[in-house]
């Protein structure tokens, strides 16, 4: 993509999305119009335009660009030095599903696989202060997506968000994690090596530079991101109030799938996911009914393999050896009351036995005919 008859610099490029970043100096650059109605939205310019219009910008903009460009520098040389890397929208490893929204970023700044932000994902998100039960969905929804190779995305906060990363990195999996502070800043700091391990085997994601704090007001534009990058969003737990449904309403506007789970009609706490649910978002109880809504064919993990063989938890048993749950949590990395609620639907489905207290027996796979 070029900026008149010249391709964008990286550096403008960053400078362009530091003018952005700031409301009066975006005001002045886009041309101060208030978007009225569709129409209107249709004639705001696009970043190409409004980067060749920074050439030769208003008296406004122009009186802040040796600053905003020394900035710009200083950005770039600490995420070069961090190992992050910077892709401005015309770059070609840009995520084209991002591209199309009408608000993209001018840059993306990534510490991890940027190849990752243009696979197949779902976002995955929900309460900060998710119950046992959601952040138990949450992972299995992460896992079984990460089992067909579709990344989960989440935001890594604390609760449904955090619990979907893990599900994904346990089975081997893919998953993203869109910041609303820069990539080299974690929010909230208890997930700092959740974060290394999903560089390790994922992304971080902003379009925040190096040393961006987690401001309040950064969380709701991160959440056009998140479902930008996404072909569906899951909203897991959620009241009438949570910024998940910004973020559900963000995905409708972008043409993505919204899709909700079911939650206990008593807590008040999924009330805001019922709402999506009457609103005509998908009912979701596993992965198969994302992937099913995806048009994606759903497998198992190998020939004559049960899916059900790739659970994190089944994973770490051995049939017909005890384990305790205190070994169990270790090795899996869950939560003790999410590792519980778990092996209790593995009971059911006739997958484990409980032999004592604290102490499980993983049970010989079911026989396919």
Do not use: K
């Not at 403008?12 to 119009?33: I, M, N, W, Y």
């Not at 995305?153 to 994690?177: E, K, M, N, Q």
């Not at 929010?187 to 401001?215: D, K, Q, R, T």
């Not at 998940?244 to 996911?273: C, D, F, Y």
Request: with cysteine; charged share 25%.
């Amino acid at each position: 993509m070029t900026c008149g008859d010249s391709p964008v610099t990286l550096r403008e490029a960053v400078v362009l999305s530091l003018v952005l970043s700031r409301s009066a100096l975006r005001g002045h650059l886009v041309g101060g119009r208030r978007l009225r109605d569709e129409a209107d939205q249709r004639r705001v310019p696009g970043l190409a335009e409004l980067a060749e219009r920074l050439r030769d910008p208003p008296a406004a903009v122009a009186s802040r660009l040796p600053d905003l460009r020394a900035r710009a520098a200083r950005l770039l040389d600490r995420g070069g030095r961090a190992g992050m890397r910077a892709l401005p929208w015309s770059d070609a490893a840009y995520p084209r599903q991002l591209a199309e929204i009408d608000d993209p970023p001018a840059v993306l700044w990534v510490r991890g696989d940027p190849a990752l932000l243009s696979a197949p994902a779902v976002a995955v998100v929900g309460s900060r202060t998710g119950s046992p039960y959601a952040c138990a969905v949450a992972e299995r929804l992460a896992a079984g997506l990460a089992e067909h190779r579709i990344a989960a995305i989440s935001g890594l906060a604390r609760g449904v968000d955090g619990a979907a990363h893990r599900g994904a990195l346990a089975v081997g999996g893919p998953t993203v994690a869109v910041l609303g502070s820069g990539v080299d800043v974690v929010y909230p700091p208890e997930h700092a090596s959740l974060a290394e391990e999903i560089v390790a085997h994922g992304a971080l994601a902003s379009e925040l530079g190096p040393g961006a704090p987690p401001l309040r007001h950064h969380f709701p534009r991160r959440n056009r991101i998140l479902s930008g990058l996404s072909r569906a969003v899951v909203v897991v737990e959620a009241t009438v109030r949570s910024g998940s449904l910004i973020t559900a309403r963000l995905a409708a506007e972008q043409g993505r799938e919204v899709m909700a789970v079911p939650g206990n009609v008593l807590s008040g706490r999924s009330r805001g996911a019922h709402r999506l649910i009457r609103d005509g978002a998908r009912i979701v109880e596993t992965a198969e009914d994302i992937l099913e809504e995806l048009g994606v064919a759903a497998h198992a993990a190998g020939e004559g393999e049960s899916p059900v063989e790739a659970d994190p938890v089944l994973a770490r048993m051995e049939p017909g050896d005890p384990c305790d749950v205190e070994r169990l949590a270790q090795q899996s990395g869950l939560a003790l009351p999410v590792l519980l609620t778990h092996l209790t639907e593995l009971e059911l489905r006739g997958r484990v036995a409980r032999i004592g207290a604290g102490r499980f027996v993983r049970l010989p796979s079911p026989v396919v005919t």
